[in-house]
């Protein structure tokens, strides 16, 4: 069965530090795979996808994800973390078929220290 | 473009109450899904709908009707709430053309059933 997990559910890094937040999916295909963010109180927004080329993938706010099919891994980082980057943090990836329903991991919480 | 808009923001229900929580995008987006998000539990795909007239079960259907009358509405009801529908709800929209397509999101509805 497809799924995606987020080993860590809470992480905080100081300001100015840098950030990996670590992703592992199942999925028998290529996956088609998301990272969101979600802000406190509001709604979801991307901040990348991968589906094929080039495994690393550059996104919004100055994050990036490497695709690794060896290791079903989709790990994000940023080099410098910001406090507006506190937030919660989720993986997806795209199920199979025409409709790609979105199988979300429970998602990790980043914490900022100034 | 208002994007996903999803009312109310907020709504407490008494346990057999019923109620439906509206959905509505302007992207003329054919693909249309709720979510559920409960703490520690990401998101779980309640129903959703690739067109007019279709409309699917996702992973946690049970308590819960759509219909999609309008390509513009995805209305979600609630025919008999109990405390287990306590939970965020949020809206999503998409192209239909394929699983790599970005996946809108509205600003969710926090729903209490006491």
């Known amino acids: 069965a497809q799924s995606v997990t987020q080993p860590d559910i809470h992480i905080t890094v100081s300001e100015g530090a840098s950030l990996e937040l670590r992703c592992n999916y199942s999925?028998?295909?290529?996956?088609?795979l998301f990272w969101y963010v979600q802000s406190p109180g509001q709604g979801l927004q991307l901040l990348l996808k991968?589906?094929?080329?080039?495994?690393l993938v550059q996104g919004i706010k100055g994050f990036e994800a490497e695709f690794k099919r060896s290791q079903s891994s989709f790990n994000l980082r940023k080099p410098s973390v910001h406090w507006s980057d506190a937030a919660e943090y989720f993986c997806?990836?795209?199920?199979?078929?025409?409709?790609?329903?979105?199988?979300f991991g429970k998602g990790t919480k980043l914490s900022v220290k100034p | 473009n208002a994007g996903v808009t999803q009312t109310p923001k907020f709504q407490v229900l008494k346990t057999g109450q019923s109620m439906t929580l509206q959905c509505a995008q302007d992207?003329?987006?054919?693909?249309m899904s709720w979510y559920r998000q409960d703490p520690g539990m990401g998101l779980r795909l309640i129903h959703y709908?690739?067109?007019?007239?279709?409309?699917d079960q996702g992973e946690v259907p049970n308590g819960y009707n759509v219909s999609r009358s309008t390509t513009e509405d995805f209305p979600l009801r609630l025919l008999s709430a109990a405390p287990s529908q306590t939970s965020v709800y949020f809206c999503?929209?998409?192209?239909?053309?394929?699983?790599?397509?970005?996946?809108?999101f509205g600003p969710g509805t926090r729903l209490t059933v006491l």
């Open positions: 997806a990836v795209a199920a199979g078929g025409s409709q790609g329903n979105l199988i």
């Open positions: 999503a929209s998409r192209q239909r053309g394929g699983r790599y397509n970005e996946q809108f």
């Open positions: 992207m003329n987006h054919e693909y």
């Open positions: 709908s690739v067109g007019a007239g279709i409309t």
């Open positions: 999925y028998g295909a290529t996956p088609y």
């Open positions: 991968y589906f094929s080329g080039d495994t």
